[in-house]
């Protein structure tokens, strides 16, 4: 079984849908449970807030007692805003750390815990960002909050090997989803792919998902502690 938070949309309902289709039964973290009538598999949905940490445990509880033992959690929530640093007020930054860095740890920390009670390998996967490895200006906090995924996913893979736990994490570049303004995106869009990404197009939700399908099968066993970039080849200036 695998645990998808943020699964309603974009990144995170194209790897509940991939994940489906390679076998895994399915827990959907997200405020739209039409999802899980789209994935042929054995499927819950279970709203819950990733900052909480009381939330997240009641995710996993509830998630294990229905599809039995936990195989997979992608720690996929995140969200974004773009802003000047100087202008940034207090509750945009704990909007942010609170959603992309205490909600990931969250997420990995119940799943171990609950790997770890199974006694059972288990795959950990956290969504960062290639503002992971380079934060953008006017995004300063969301990029702090995407190296902490980093953090992290080393800190954790560290700690967790010995029970035979791997934990990565997924960082793409631009994706086509529903966060871009479409009154703007084409314009974005084009210029980006001209400019900056080597295969001189943006990727969909899907390329992102059939990197994580990796990262949850076996062939992935010999992996941990890394964040990888999906870019496409992003050229930095």
Known sequence: SAIITGAGRGIGKAIALRLARDGFDICVNDTDASLVDQLGRTAIDCIADVSDRAAVDNLVEKSVAALGPLTVMVANA????PKPLLELTDADIRRIFDVNVIGVYN??????????KQGTPGKIIGGASIAAFKA???????GASKFAVRGWTQAFAQELGKHNITVTAYAPGLVDTEIWNVNSKEAI??????????LKRIA?????AKFVSFLAST??????GQT???DGGIIYN
Do not use: L
């Not at 995140?78 to 805003?81: H, K, L, M, S």
């Not at 997420?107 to 770890?116: G, L, P, W």
């Not at 969909?204 to 992102?208: A, G, L, N, T, Y």
């Open 136 to 142: 953008p200006a006017g995004m300063g906090h969301y």
């Open 189 to 198: 869009f084009k210029k980006c792919s001209d400019e900056m990404i080597a």
């Open 204 to 208: 969909m939700p899907e390329d992102v």
């Open 78 to 81: 995140g969200i974004t805003q």
């Open 107 to 116: 997420c990995y920390a119940s799943a171990a815990k609950q790997m770890i």
């Open 228 to 230: 990888i970039a999906v």
């Open 219 to 224: 062939d992935s066993d010999y992996i941990t």
